[in-house]
């Protein structure tokens, strides 16, 4: 990696480029582009040359809410070389590097790979892998089975399952996990998942390779372990680019960019060049000066007017060349969907306590239910004040507690294997329709489940199946609009804690503005105008209907506060309540969006 002055001369680094590509570097096999069948396929924009792998940025910077916290630089890294990034804490080593992996636009300047022009990327790019700190793997499934389903995600459309299944295998073999193959990813060590992470991304042979902090919270060890494995990938033709704040790693580094705090350029190049230039022994004590001696303005002054800067300065790099578009076929949506719809039953089968969650709860609201109200309460002639209402009241609202619940922790506990699999080209539509799909099937179970043992106990009256019909029809409805408004929450807060806290937020509402503990016609304005809104309302409309609870009004007195609320038929209700489910879909789907798009926060 090299700091370049944006005055020197363009013909020195483009004959240096054109001279590297006569210099082919040596890949191993497994590192080859995916193949189909007999055909190579490549999954870059162009067909892999010697000097595949190349990074400038071109005076770059980045400021965030008009605080600068990056400052104009220019770097480049050469195919094949191992790179760190290092400084302490607020040092803008992640904004960097998530610049130079086309992550997220620079405010100025621009980057290149191979010489073309990269915005932040919208669309898949197999030839880049990017690693965050975070698990970007499922942690219920057995290594093998999460690489699989990662495989069929990112490799081109057409793709056998036998060469999917080959090279999952050569990636673990190569990542020394095969004897991993069947263990949980949860029950791995923390060295052996920051593997797994890596084997997620190199399923796709990148030949840009970008990672953050791949040795955050790895004992000395395991930390070593894999540096020596991104060392190696480098010795095989793969430009590596990693953030640190360790300097135990950076010796097995071609290069370390050290950065001052706020994002100024302190230093680039070899580890032996930095102790020479820091004068110290030990690259932990760099550390120490950046942060106690001079301005950060000052050390970005000093290294520009250095000899190690002036004596390593290469020509600027190449004229841009022009964007190509890939002609690799991609996983189709329905593709998608249907694979990530197998994927979330897997996961959940093998999660035993959310299983347990999901089934249990419906078991347990029932029971209470059950307990809670009489047997005869639809008996016109000694029905209690009120008691079918809110009989009905409460099953249209334990159809709403149902879906809310198992929607809530979907997105949020994944949310950076979902932006990782986006940047692979993951439709965000086919994500939202799998988690909607998978476990619209067990809330029809539970709704069935609820409404077959009240009426088996007497609970609910003895009315045709056709109307029994009816209301498993509007439970199910509503049921599904409250999944995917958990679906909105879940996509739109940060953690779970953050999900837990909306549940209350989000069932308060429907409790006192669903129409059944104060009626409707008793509400003042602006709670009628809320009750509109909120699909408890309906359902519960709907579901009174069915029942013909206008009936009672005529023997149970209390009955008549509710007007003209069981008058009429479903179809409005029923309306409303699609309507819902399609709307917050919409709006979950516009959310992730946003949050996935380049330049996004990744909290």
């Not at 190199?202 to 991104?230: I, K």
């Not at 950065?259 to 680039?268: I, Q, S, V, Y």
């Not at 009174?544 to 209700?573: C, E, H, I, N, Q």
Request: include cysteine.
């Amino acid at each position: 990696m090299r700091r370049r002055n944006r005055r020197t001369d363009d013909q020195g680094m483009t004959k240096r480029v054109q001279e590297s590509r006569k210099s082919p570097v040596t890949t191993e096999s497994a590192f080859e582009p995916p193949t189909v069948g007999r055909v190579g396929i490549c999954l870059s924009d162009h067909a892999p040359e010697a000097a595949d792998g190349r990074v400038d940025a071109v005076d770059v910077s980045r400021s965030v809410g008009g605080r600068q916290i990056l400052q104009e630089l220019s770097l480049s890294v050469e195919p094949g070389e191992l790179v760190a990034i290092a400084g302490g804490s607020g040092a803008g080593k992640s904004t960097l590097l998530e610049i130079l992996a086309g992550l997220q636009p620079p405010s100025a300047g621009e980057v290149r790979h191979d010489g073309v022009v990269r915005g932040a990327r919208v669309v898949a790019d197999s030839r880049i892998g990017y690693v965050p700190q975070d698990d970007i793997i499922h942690l219920e499934m057995p290594l093998r089975r999460t690489l699989r389903y990662a495989a069929r995600l990112r490799l081109p459309a057409g793709t056998s399952a036998a060469e999917a299944d080959r090279i999952v295998d050569e990636t673990m073999q190569d990542l020394d996990l095969a004897d991993r193959a069947e263990v949980p990813v949860r029950a791995l060590s923390g060295g052996q998942r920051k593997r797994a992470s890596i084997a997620v991304e190199l399923l796709t042979r990148p030949r840009l390779f970008f990672l953050d902090e791949p040795t955050s919270g790895l004992d000395p060890s395991t930390a070593a372990d894999v540096m020596r494995l991104l060392h190696r990938l480098s010795r095989r033709g793969v430009t590596v680019v990693l953030t640190t704040h360790e300097p135990a790693g950076i010796d097995r580094c071609d290069r370390v960019v050290f950065l001052a705090r706020d994002g100024h350029l302190a230093f680039t190049g070899s580890p032996t060049e930095a102790r020479r230039y820091f004068g110290v022994e030990d690259l932990a004590e760099v550390y120490d000066r950046l942060a106690r001696e001079h301005t950060p303005q000052i050390w970005a002054e000093r290294f520009a007017d250095s000899s190690e800067n002036s004596d390593a300065r290469p020509g600027s790099a190449p004229p841009p060349l022009p964007a190509t578009r890939s002609d690799v076929k991609r996983t189709g949506m329905v593709q998608q969907w249907w694979l990530l719809t197998r994927r979330n039953v897997d996961v959940l089968l093998r999660n035993r306590l959310t299983l347990a969650v999901l089934l249990g709860s419906p078991v347990l609201v029932t029971a209470m239910m059950a307990t809670l109200f009489q047997r005869g309460a639809f008996d016109p002639r000694s029905a209690a004040d009120l008691g079918p209402a809110q009989i009905v009241f409460w099953i249209a609202f334990a159809g709403f507690f149902f879906g809310l619940t198992y929607g809530l922790l979907q997105i949020v506990g994944e949310m950076a294997v979902f932006r990782q699999e986006r940047l692979a080209g993951l439709s965000v539509s086919a994500y939202v329709a799998s988690k909607v799909t998978a476990l619209l099937p067990v809330l029809a179970g539970v709704s069935g489940l609820l409404l077959g043992v009240l009426r088996a106990l007497g609970r609910l009256p003895a009315v045709g199946w056709h109307v029994y019909a009816f209301l498993f029809v509007t439970i199910v409805i509503e049921a599904t609009s409250a999944l995917v408004l958990g679906l909105l929450a879940s996509a739109a807060v940060s953690n779970a804690a953050q999900a837990a806290l909306a549940l209350p937020m989000l069932c308060f509402p429907q409790v006192l503005f669903g129409g059944a503990i104060v009626p409707v016609d008793e509400m003042a304005v602006p709670g009628r105008l809320m009750s509109l809104g909120l699909s408890n309302r309906h359902a519960f409309e709907a579901l009174g209907r069915d029942l013909d609870l206008d009936r009672y009004s005529a023997t149970v007195p209390a009955m008549s506060a509710y007007g003209d609320t069981f008058r009429g038929g479903t179809g409005g209700s029923l309306l409303a309540l699609a309507s819902f489910a399609v709307g917050l879909t919409l709006a979950t789907v516009w959310v992730l969006d946003r949050r996935s798009r380049p330049g996004a926060s990744r909290r």
